[in-house]
T-cell receptor, first 115, second 110 residues
Framework: DAGITQSPRHKVTETGTPVTLRCHQTENHRYMYWYRQDPGHGLRLIHYSYGVKDTDKGEVSDGYSVSRSKTEDFLLTLESATSSQTSVYFC??????????????FGNGTRLTVT | QQQVKQSPQSLIVQKGGISIINCAYENTAFDYFPWYQQFPGKGPALLIAIRPDVSEKKEGRFTISFNKSAKQFSLHIMDSQPGDSATYFCAASSADKLIFGTGTRLQVFP
């Protein structure tokens, strides 16, 4: 999948536990994104990164944090998972710089269930 | 607050027919309007994109029509095929962020 790996692919966790999702790219792209996909809401931007240690909030950032300590890895953390965070999470990279000049390439997603 | 509004939520078309999906936006700073196609179990993939200085863009059976004054754009799929059955998302972008519509599930029956 053009250099994006999301892990884990599936996870079930309990309310109140911390969860970290990982996105790994092999192509050294600067921009990386985390989206969540829910029925009736489409894809909503959680956080994004425009370089190592450079991140910003998206539309639905409450309850989530991110870190990017090296170019190839972008981590999404749910500090204390809630049932409303049950979703499919997609990581994406911008192939040619800023996203208004470039397609996004998506990973295959992580299905997270919070019980 | 949905910055990009998409309709219909679902669409059923017969093979060979025309599928039309509509989107509207509010933010006049948006300057890039892509459409993405998603098959079950996969991430979305870019289908076609347009900039606001162009009123129409065609790639094969897929056409984007863009109306800047109305702040609307649409995807037309000509000669729809069963293999086009997927979820389609419109999106709009300025600089660092890409905002998606809520998606349209298209089913094309033989």
């Amino acid at each position: 999948d053009a250099g994006i790996t999301q892990s884990p692919r599936h996870k079930v966790t309990e309310t109140g536990t911390p969860v970290t999702l990982r996105c790994h790219q092999t192509e050294n792209h600067r921009y990386m994104y985390w989206y969540r996909q829910d029925p009736g809401h489409g894809l909503r931007l959680i956080h994004y990164s425009y370089g190592v240690k450079d991140t910003d909030k998206g539309e639905v950032s409450d309850g989530y944090s991110v870190s990017r300590s090296k170019t190839e890895d972008f981590l999404l953390t749910l500090e204390s998972a809630t049932s409303s965070q049950t979703s499919v999470y997609f990581c994406a990279i911008s192939l040619q710089g800023q996203v208004n000049n470039s397609p996004l390439h998506f990973g295959n997603g992580t299905r997270l269930t919070v019980t | 607050q949905q910055q990009v509004k998409q309709s219909p939520q679902s669409l059923i078309v017969q093979k060979g027919g025309i599928s039309i999906i509509n989107c509207a936006y509010e933010n006049t700073a948006f300057d890039y309007f892509p459409w993405y196609q998603q098959f079950p179990g996969k991430g979305p993939a870019l289908l076609i994109a347009i900039r606001p200085d162009v009123s129409e863009k065609k790639e094969g059976r897929f056409t984007i029509s863009f109306n800047k004054s109305a702040k609307q754009f649409s995807l037309h799929i000509m000669d729809s095929q069963p293999g086009d059955s997927a979820t389609y998302f419109c999106a709009a972008s300025s600089a660092d962020k890409l905002i998606f519509g809520t998606g349209t599930r298209l089913q094309v029956f033989p």
